[in-house]
C-alpha cells in the first residue's frame, strides 16, 4: 500500500512536444506529491509539488495534474527540450512526513532535437 | 551558497567490511535525510535525522545505522556489507522549520561498490 507506481519507464518526445509520465498510488493517506528530476551523476532535484487539494499546478513549462478519486497524478512538459532529458521520478508522502518520500520507479526522458 | 556535501564520492569494499558515508547539509538546514538508489529498487528511504534525534527509518535492516552532529552534519554506516548494499546513497538536507514544504536537496551522492 506503500506503493507508488509510475509509467512509462522511458519516453522519447520531438523537440517542441509534449511529454506525459504517470503515477498511481494506493494509500489514501499520502498529501503531499512532489516530482523530481535527476541528471547523470547528479541528486534528485525537486521540479514541482502539489497537495491534493488542488487539481492542477503549473510552473513554467511543467504542470501536474491531480486526480484524487483516481489516486492518480501526472506531470506534463510542454514544450519539452532536448535539456529536459533526464529521469524523473514522481513521490508521495504521509501527512507530517514530507521527507520520508515513496517514490516511483522513474521514467527516462529523451527529447529529440 | 553551498549545496549539500557528500564524501566520498566513490569507494570500494568487500563483503564483510563497514562504511561510513558523510554528509554536510546546506547551511542552515537541520534536517537530513538518507536515501539509497539502486538500478533494481529505485530510491528508497532509509532515515532521517533532525536536531540529533533520528525521526523516522525506512525498512532497512539494522546493519545500516546513522547519526547527526550538533552542527547538522551526518554519518551513515553500513557494517558487515553485503554484494546487495552496492548503490548510489544519497543525502538530503531540508528547512523543516518551513510549514513542512518537503523540499528535499539532494548531494551528488556516495557510490558504494561491494565486492
Known amino acids: 500500500q506503500q506503493q507508488v507506481k509510475q509509467s512509462p519507464q522511458s519516453l522519447i518526445v520531438q523537440k517542441g512536444g509534449i511529454s506525459i509520465i504517470n503515477c498511481a498510488y494506493e494509500?489514501?493517506?499520502?498529501?503531499?506529491f512532489p516530482w523530481y528530476q535527476q541528471f547523470p551523476g547528479k541528486g534528485p532535484a525537486l521540479l514541482i509539488a502539489?497537495?491534493?487539494?488542488?487539481s492542477e499546478k503549473k510552473e513554467g513549462r511543467f504542470t501536474i495534474s491531480f486526480n484524487k478519486s483516481a489516486k492518480q497524478f501526472s506531470l506534463h512538459i510542454m514544450d519539452s527540450q532536448p535539456g529536459d532529458s533526464a529521469t524523473y521520478f514522481c513521490?508521495?508522502?504521509?501527512?507530517?512526513?514530507?521527507?520520508?518520500?515513496?517514490f516511483g520507479s522513474g521514467t527516462q526522458l529523451t527529447v529529440l532535437p | 551558497k553551498a549545496g549539500v556535501t557528500q564524501t566520498p564520492r566513490y569507494l570500494i569494499k568487500t563483503r564483510g567490511q563497514q562504511v561510513t558515508l558523510s554528509c554536510s547539509p546546506i547551511?542552515?538546514?537541520?534536517?537530513v535525510s538518507w536515501y539509497q538508489q539502486t538500478p533494481g529498487q529505485g530510491l528508497q528511504f532509509l532515515f532521517e535525522?533532525?536536531?540529533?534525534?533520528?525521526?523516522n527509518k525506512g525498512n532497512f535492516p539494522g546493519r545500516f545505522s546513522g547519526r547527526q552532529f550538533s552542527n547538522s552534519r551526518s554519518e551513515m554506516n553500513v557494517s558487515t556489507l553485503e554484494l546487495g548494499d552496492s548503490a548510489l546513497y544519497l543525502c538530503?538536507?531540508?528547512?523543516?522549520?518551513?510549514?513542512?514544504?518537503?523540499?528535499?536537496?539532494f548531494g551528488e551522492g556516495s557510490r558504494l561498490t561491494v565486492l
Open positions: 538530503a538536507s531540508s528547512l523543516p522549520g518551513l510549514p513542512n514544504t518537503g523540499e528535499l536537496f
Open positions: 494509500n489514501t493517506a499520502f498529501d503531499y
Open positions: 502539489i497537495r491534493p487539494d488542488v
Open positions: 513521490a508521495a508522502a504521509l501527512s507530517g512526513s514530507a521527507r520520508q518520500l515513496t
Open positions: 547551511s542552515g538546514h537541520r534536517s
Open positions: 535525522y533532525f536536531s540529533e534525534t533520528q525521526r
